[in-house]
Nanobody, 128 residues
Framework: QVQLVESGGGLVQAGGSLRLSCAGSGRAFSTYNMGWFRQAPAKEREFVAGISWNGDSTYYADSVKGRFTISRDNAKNTIYLQMNSLKPEDTAVYYC?????????????????????WGQGTQVTVSS
């Protein structure tokens, strides 16, 4: 079992940057594919970024490509989401998730139902 704890959220002005962290417990953390999702009020949870268990493959939603970067440090059982050029529409609760699926095409990273473990979320608010 994996427990996930997000941190790094906060209030930032449009155009600013934040780095989210997600710390995982358990020796099996390095074997999980990881994802970041977000949920804004009255909206469904949506995929933001994903990274394979070894960090070799990354995936992004079109809305964040070129602005956000996902990375991981398995020695620290941690993944990160560097968010630059933030926009008010990026305002949401951000969640990290862990899944043990196999997805050569990467398509499963986009599906929240493929993930087994979720963190509690961290609020990101971008003011205009």
């Amino acid at each position: 079992q994996v427990q996930l704890v997000e941190s790094g959220g906060g209030l930032v002005q449009a155009g600013g940057s934040l780095r989210l962290s997600c710390a995982g417990s358990g020796r099996a953390f390095s074997t999980y594919n990881m994802g970041w999702f977000r949920q804004a009020p009255a909206k469904e949870r949506e995929f933001v970024a994903g990274i394979s268990w070894n960090g070799d493959s990354t995936y992004y939603a079109d809305s964040v490509k070129g602005r956000f970067t996902i990375s991981r440090d398995n020695a620290k059982n941690t993944i990160y989401l560097q968010m630059n050029s933030l926009k008010p529409e990026d305002t949401a609760v951000y969640y990290c998730a862990a899944g043990s699926f196999t997805s050569r095409s990467g398509i499963y990273y986009y599906d929240p139902w493929r993930y087994h473990y979720w963190g509690q979320g961290t609020q990101v608010t971008v003011s205009s």
